[in-house]
Antibody
């Protein structure tokens, strides 16, 4: 079955860019039929959808984050990535990658990213 | 943005009892509604999509109902592994989640 794994720095300085990669195993991003999403969960809060990408490279973003988010895909590596620029402490969260068929399943285990100097 | 409101924030239930969780959308999402279960330190797990269809491997004690703006997740007889946080999510217009309902042991 499809599994996803996030990777990237656990600590980012304010004003810098947060960069995470999601590696997909057990299935090919290029097979189509699904979008590939990033979602985050700030401490003690609910879930927030950040955006998603199709294997063709077409990406769609949460309007509230659109100005700072870029999601890209590398089909040769079966990976997709998140860049979030100009981060502040409010961007501290567990970041999840997931397969998206409108409902979201499965999810990666999540990675905690802390924004602090 | 469609705002999803879940109630109650915390539900105290004894094992074997029935739990009823509510989710309300600020505008109609028809049946574009999913429910997820999240345990501490874990990622969410899809339970229900299309408002009422159980995801693969989800026990029959979980059921979803509703359409438009009012939705319900029912756990017919709570088992120990069901104590967790439950999130609803709409996918009619982008994606937004509720704040979650924590189901705790009474």
């Amino acid at each position: 079955q499809v599994q996803l794994q996030e990777s990237g720095p656990g600590l980012v300085k304010p004003s810098q860019t947060l960069s995470l990669t999601c590696t997909v195993s057990g299935g090919s991003i290029s097979s189509g039929g699904y979008y590939w999403s990033w979602i985050r969960q700030q401490p003690g809060k609910g879930l927030e959808w950040i955006g998603y990408i199709y294997y063709t490279g077409s990406a769609y973003y949460n309007p509230s984050l659109k100005s700072r988010v870029t999601i890209s895909v590398d089909t040769s590596k079966n990976q997709f990535s998140l860049n979030l620029s100009s981060v502040t402490a409010a961007d501290t969260a567990v970041y999840y990658c997931a397969r998206d068929a409108r409902s979201i399943d499965p999810w990666g285990q999540g990675t905690l990213v802390t924004v602090s100097s | 943005e469609i705002v999803m409101t879940q109630s109650p924030a915390t539900l105290s239930v004894s094992p074997g009892e029935r739990a009823t969780l509510s989710c309300r959308a600020s505008q109609s999402v028809t049946t574009n509604l999913a429910w997820y279960q999240q345990k501490p330190g874990q990622a969410p797990r899809l339970l229900i999509y299309g408002a009422s269809t159980r995801a693969t491997g989800i026990p029959a004690r979980f059921s979803g109902s509703g359409s438009g703006t009012e939705f319900t997740l029912t756990i017919s007889s709570l088992e120990s592994e069901d104590f967790a946080v439950y999130h609803c999510q709409q996918y009619a217009n982008w994606k937004t989640f509720g704040q979650g309902t924590k189901v705790e042991v009474k």
